[in-house]
Nanobody, 120 residues
Framework: QVQLVESGGGLVQPGGSLRLSCAAS???????????MGWFRRVPGKERELVAN???????NYADSVKGRFTISRDNAKNTVYLQMTSLKVEDTAVYYC???????????WGQGTQVTVSS
């Protein structure tokens, strides 16, 4: 079992920045089996969108809509993944969900979600 706790959401003006964090906890055997970590976001009435993910060795992947504005990083020693969001736009408003995908069976664990609202 892996538990994910997110933090860092909130209200920000267009053009502003936020940093999301997601800390994983659980048994040592479970934590060492985490492969990819990342973030999805969901807006009511729309499909869930992959924002970015990062492999255990640092390989990253971004949605076209956030390339050049968002940066995902990972601290394996702290079992934490970060999403630095800059130049935020109104359309980035969503609930952001962290996930951790297990190496063996590709099962995904999910965080509780954190609201990001971009508004003037």
């Amino acid at each position: 079992q892996v538990q994910l706790v997110e933090s860092g959401g909130g209200l920000v003006q267009p053009g502003g920045s936020l940093r999301l964090s997601c800390a994983a906890s659980g048994s040592i055997s479970s934590i060492t089996m985490i492969d990819t970590m990342g973030w999805f976001r969901r807006v009511p009435g729309k499909e869930r969108e992959l924002v970015a993910n990062i492999g255990r060795r640092g390989t990253t992947n971004y949605a076209d809509s956030v390339k050049g504005r968002f940066t995902i990083s990972r601290d394996n020693a702290k079992n934490t993944v970060y999403l630095q969001m800059t130049s935020l736009k109104v359309e980035d408003t969503a609930v952001y969900y962290c996930y951790a995908q297990m190496r063996e069976n590709l099962y995904k664990y999910w965080g509780q979600g954190t609201q990001v609202t971009v508004s003037s």
